[in-house]
């Protein structure tokens, strides 16, 4: 004791202000890191000081006051130091020169993505006062949040500007205290956080009533010298016989907050005299034990009252409280309750979730930042578990604590989009507009390039990189998560494969016609498309390319009498038709079921190396699509009947392919084509071809063991002369 009240005065330690030594005087500090964390935080201090520099609050006082006393209240909470130089930088980012990077190299990662999440919460403005909206806005203040100390700093700055709330014109007080009841309350509640609710709770009825405020006020006055008295002469008793039984403890009598006595004498009907429990006692022991002793005391010298006993400390409440609560009369018949609680109870009854982050030198520093996270929401979950009483605050919790289906992303400009998890930047731009999505081709995540089937996370800062050039891929529909996202992309691909048919029949048309001298009939066509028997051209075209109808059919309609001759124009060729072989099953691999039916779907014939999902059909097990595959159903409803599926080929085997090709009728196109596969070695399991109007179309299944083997045939079969038009079917 003496030598840490002259460590106080040494000469050293008064060059700082007594402000900074009242913030080091709360931090229980050993000796050997007193002068790291002092270094430490006065330079967060410092910074803060010098960054508001010339700021001042709508109280005139310097804009730094706010954020010493955010410290200072994070001090007397006992946070640890990197939570309490946050406090002090809490405001620098939104209302300063200093930046991002200046925090990080001056104060380290830590600091800085505490600060980050105090200044992205202050962001986000609770409008409705709808419950369910209170709900979800608690709920996003936690996930977007990430770590609980965030929640912790802004508890402090709620408190402090609360506390300073008088300065503000009245409608905005209004909105904050609003505000401050409807979310930051119950959220103080929930967190266990007792002292802070009580605290925001008589500063909201203030704001909110302040009539029956000031009355409340006067009466607790007026009776206080009377209840001091009586307070004095029910402890005496007790504090001898705690001593007779040398167990160590505090007694103090204690008001109650205003905003429960005004509850209950509007719950009960009652005036201010008829509240019998405003009498409160506490006595805080040393060890838990001591609280049953203690009991026994009280007990033994006054009356309980049986139905108002409830041990806390075996069963605590769900948000952490322990405490013992007996109701007894004391003399002249008054009522009085007493709760007993150890010193460490009574700091989480004040601080709840934020005792758990009490600064202890000896375990704290070993603990990673996951690992607080993690033990976190374990300590959350285990107290909820630990709550038999009120099972629907255990649900509540449960609803805010587990809530991981969702999650809360920020665009550049700090607006929040909500995203199921498991978004990806994909989901992300599509949320934003479709174009944006339709465009995309990159994103940064807090700054940093990322793919775009990243998985983003809560509280994510996303900017998406956008491209006129970029068009979406099948392989989107693997990752994306939102239906939104999906049913763009989709209806994007159709419409590509739309202009795909239509290019193709455009390019067939011109090429026949031009072969069979018929260009005329190509104008006539354009002048007058509803003789085809489609309306547009375009249609017409698409249906070629389509194969629904062939140039034949088209020029018949146009010069019926300048028909080609059917024999010069039609011949076929079968090699080994309909000989297909599968093996079902083999190859693939799904997640975790191995017992599962898999097999390879048939209308697009995916091999090894394919970009491939896996489809639950019921009854037959699982079929597996290339991505590509234009047979995936489109209805979003059946998003969760695509399944992940791997290659797994351990044996080497051949896959049948088989390949559209469009040429034009050239005598040696079929040698070529016949010479070029089998100089890569590759059987030809089946080949069909029908040549129509100069127009050949061949079908052709070749023996590939995997995706780049069929790619070298595709290489070898585009540089064929006459080539038109290559696909896999
Ligand atoms: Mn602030």
């Not at 202009?499 to 029949?505: M, N």
């Not at 011109?510 to 072969?515: C, P, V, Y």
């Not at 309609?557 to 079902?584: C, H, I, M, N």
Request: charged share 30%.
């Amino acid at each position: 004791m003496v030598v840490d009240t002259l460590k106080q005065i040494l000469p050293h330690r008064s060059r700082f202000p007594a402000k900074f030594r009242a913030i080091m005087a709360n931090m229980n500090l050993k000796e050997e890191s007193r002068e790291d964390v002092e270094q430490f935080l006065w330079r967060a201090y410092r910074a803060a000081e010098q960054a508001h520099d010339g700021q001042l609050r709508k109280s005139g006082e310097p804009y730094f006051e706010h954020c010493y006393q955010t410290a200072l209240l994070l001090s007397e909470w006992h946070m640890d130091p990197v939570t309490i130089a946050a406090g002090f930088l809490h405001d620098v980012l939104e209302d300063t020169a200093l930046t991002a990077q200046d925090l990080k190299e001056q104060f380290g990662p830590e600091v800085y993505q505490l600060v980050d999440g105090v200044t992205k919460l202050s962001g986000i403005k609770f409008r409705s006062h709808a419950e369910r909206q209170a709900e979800n806005f608690m709920k996003m203040l936690l996930s977007v949040a990430r770590d609980i100390r965030v929640i912790i700093i802004k508890f402090a700055d709620r408190l402090h500007n609360m506390r300073t709330i008088k300065y503000l014109p009245l409608i905005k007080q209004r909105r904050i205290a609003i505000e401050t009841r409807d979310v930051y309350a119950p959220l103080a509640h929930r967190l266990g956080m007792a002292r802070v609710k009580w605290d925001l709770e008589d500063l909201i009825f203030k704001v909110i009533e302040p009539e029956a405020f000031g009355e409340l006020v006067k009466m607790v006055r007026d009776s206080r010298s009377e209840r001091k008295k009586y307070i004095a002469d029910f402890v005496r008793p007790i504090k001898k016989q705690l001593k007779e039984y040398h167990i160590q403890a505090t007694v103090v009598g204690r008001p109650k907050h205003y905003y429960s006595i005004f509850g209950k004498m509007q719950r009960r009907q009652v005036n201010f005299e008829e509240i019998y429990d405003l009498l409160a006692v506490r006595i805080i022991t040393e060890r838990v034990d001591d609280c049953y002793a203690g009991l026994g005391i009280v007990h033994q010298l006054y009356t309980p009252i049986q139905e108002r006993f409830n041990d806390f400390i075996a069963t605590p409440k769900m948000n952490g409280y322990q405490s013992l609560h007996t109701t007894v009369v004391g003399p002249r018949g008054k009522v009085v309750e007493v709760q007993l609680r150890t010193v460490e109870m009574d700091e989480t009854a004040e601080i709840g979730v934020a005792a758990h982050w009490r600064y202890k030198e000896s375990d704290q520093a070993k603990l990673t930042h996951m690992d607080r996270q993690i033990r976190w929401l374990r300590e959350l979950v285990e107290i909820a578990q630990n709550d038999k009483s009120t099972p629907e605050e255990f649900l509540e919790l449960l609803k805010i604590d587990l809530f991981k289906d969702e999650i809360f992303i920020f665009t550049p400009r700090g607006d929040l989009i909500q995203l199921p998890a498991g978004s990806s930047p994909v989901d992300m731009a599509f949320e934003i507009h479709s174009e944006v999505g339709l465009q995309c081709v990159g994103a940064r995540v807090n700054s940093k390039i990322v793919p775009l089937n990243s998985k983003l996370h809560n509280g994510d800062t996303v900017e998406i990189i956008t491209s006129e050039h970029q068009s979406p891929g099948y392989a989107w529909l693997k990752f994306v998560q939102t239906s939104k996202a999906k049913s763009h992309i989709r209806r994007f691909m159709r419409r590509a494969q739309l202009d795909e048919s239509i290019r193709l029949g455009e390019e067939i048309l011109q090429k026949i016609l031009r072969r069979l001298k018929m260009t005329a009939v190509h104008k006539a066509i354009r002048k007058n498309p509803g003789r085809s028997g489609y309306e547009t051209v375009e249609q017409l075209y698409a249906a070629l390319g389509r194969g629904d109808v062939t140039v034949r059919q088209v020029i018949v309609k146009f010069t019926p009498e300048q028909l080609p001759q059917e024999d010069a124009l039609e011949r076929k060729l079968s090699v080994a038709p309909g000989r297909r072989y599968r093996k079902s099953g083999q190859g693939v691999r799904v997640d975790g079921i191995s017992d599962l039916m898999i097999s390879l779907s048939k209308c697009c014939n995916p091999i090894p190396g394919d970009e491939i999902i896996g489809f639950v059909t019921r009854g037959r097990g699982i079929t597996v699509h290339r991505v590509a595959c234009s047979n995936l159903p489109i209805i979003d409803a059946n998003h969760d009947r695509f399944v992940e599926v791997e290659w797994d080929v351990s044996k080497r085997r051949d896959f049948v392919v088989p390949l559209k090709i469009v040429a034009e009728d050239r005598k040696h196109f079929l040698k070529d084509l016949t010479e070029s596969t089998s100089k890569l070695n590759t059987n030809i399991a089946s080949v069909d071809m029908v040549v129509e109007d100069g127009i050949m179309t061949l079908h052709m299944s070749v023996e590939v063991d995997d995706i780049r083997k069929l790619e070298r045939i595709q290489n070898r079969v585009r540089m064929i002369p006459g080539l038109i038009y290559m696909e896999r079917i």
